[in-house]
């Protein structure tokens, strides 16, 4: 009897690894796919579809799924002040280690000089696709534990949600100036933390899980201040109407495109 019930531990365990770590190469691999395809050679513009996958997860999808949680809402504002504060001097931490000389400025600078030092915060969303790939992890662990069929269905609506997310993540880190391969290994980095998510998962079920809406809502404060900080004001420099039109367009996809692929998912 005690070695049926080890083997279906290990069972659940295997089970649980291996859909972490599928979900997170699949849905990276998708995002790289559909970027560096369509993408590459329009990072600039598509600068505002990645606002809008990135507002739309974090104040949409992520943390309406904290605050309906049983956590005080006062203490996941304070995290959320938190965390939009922490990275706020994380990129001011930043930007001190970079030049502020641009092209055109009397200097010598090699060409595309400008979109080298452009989305400074391009490292910090990193940060934040890795705590959310964590808590996406135990969320995986915590459904194989009630139903195996459940794991399943819940790793495919994982995968749903992040192609999406992974899609403005790859832009964000084109437009900071990182190679194609760069974007792809550091988003696969970011992916093992599902994998340790869900071992997190396995071993502290019903301690871990309430630590799943603090870390949702400093991960979303990541995302937001990206956003709101750094590509916006990027977006702000072509004030045409010719340019805007098309800024709100894609933005408007973006919310659009994490409403259809997680409408399903909560």
């Given at each position: 009897?005690?070695?049926?019930?080890?083997?279906n531990i290990n069972s659940t365990l295997l089970s649980?690894?291996?859909?972490?770590?599928?979900?997170?190469?699949?849905?990276?691999?998708?995002?790289?796919?559909?970027?560096?395809?369509?993408?590459?050679?329009?990072?600039?513009?598509?600068?505002?579809?990645?606002?809008?996958?990135?507002?739309?997860?974090?104040?949409?999808?992520?943390?309406?799924?904290?605050?309906?949680?049983?956590?005080?809402?006062?203490?996941?504002?304070?995290?959320?002040?938190?965390?939009?504060?922490?990275?706020?001097?994380?990129?001011?931490?930043?930007?001190?280690?970079?030049?502020?000389?641009?092209?055109?400025?009397?200097?010598?600078?090699?060409?595309?000089?400008?979109?080298?030092?452009?989305?400074?915060?391009?490292?910090?969303?990193?940060?934040?696709?890795?705590?959310?790939?964590?808590?996406?992890?135990?969320?995986?662990?915590?459904?194989?534990?009630?139903?195996?069929?459940?794991?399943?269905?819940?790793?495919?609506?994982?995968?749903?949600?992040?192609?999406?997310?992974?899609?403005?993540?790859?832009?964000?880190?084109?437009?900071a100036g990182f190679s194609k391969a760069r974007a792809?290994?550091?988003?696969?980095?970011?992916?093992?933390?599902?994998?340790?998510?869900?071992?997190?998962?396995?071993?502290?079920?019903?301690?871990?899980?309430?630590?799943?809406?603090?870390?949702?809502?400093?991960?979303?404060?990541?995302?937001?201040?990206?956003?709101?900080?750094?590509?916006?004001?990027?977006?702000?420099?072509?004030?045409?109407?010719?340019?805007t039109i098309p800024q709100i367009l894609l933005i408007?996809?973006?919310?659009?495109?994490?409403?259809?692929?997680?409408?399903?998912?909560?």
């Open positions: 009897m005690l070695h049926f019930y080890e083997a649980i690894l291996l859909a972490t770590t599928i979900a997170g190469i699949f849905s990276i691999s998708a995002a790289a796919l559909f970027s560096f395809a369509l993408l590459s050679k329009m990072v600039e513009r598509m600068v505002s579809l990645s606002v809008g996958i990135l507002l739309a997860t974090s104040l949409l999808n992520a943390l309406p799924e904290a605050f309906e949680s049983q956590a005080d809402a006062r203490t996941l504002f304070a995290i959320l002040l938190g965390g939009l504060l922490a990275f706020f001097l994380l990129e001011k931490f930043a930007i001190l280690r970079h030049s502020h000389h641009y092209e055109g400025d009397g200097h010598v600078h090699e060409h595309g000089h400008d979109a080298h030092e452009a989305g400074k915060s391009g490292w910090m969303i990193l940060v934040g696709d890795g705590l959310h790939n964590f808590t996406d992890g135990i969320l995986i662990a915590a459904a194989f534990l009630a139903d195996p069929k459940l794991g399943l269905i819940t790793g495919l609506a994982i995968i749903a949600h992040e192609i999406p997310q992974e899609i403005g993540d790859f832009i964000v880190l084109l437009n792809y290994a550091y988003n696969l980095i970011c992916s093992l933390m599902a994998v340790i998510g869900g071992v997190v998962g396995y071993y502290t079920l019903g301690r871990g899980m309430q630590w799943i809406p603090y870390v949702l809502v400093f991960a979303s404060s990541g995302f937001i201040y990206i956003a709101v900080s750094d590509l916006m004001p990027q977006m702000q420099r072509r004030a045409t109407i010719r340019e408007g996809l973006g919310v659009a495109i994490v409403l259809f692929l997680t409408g399903a998912r909560h």
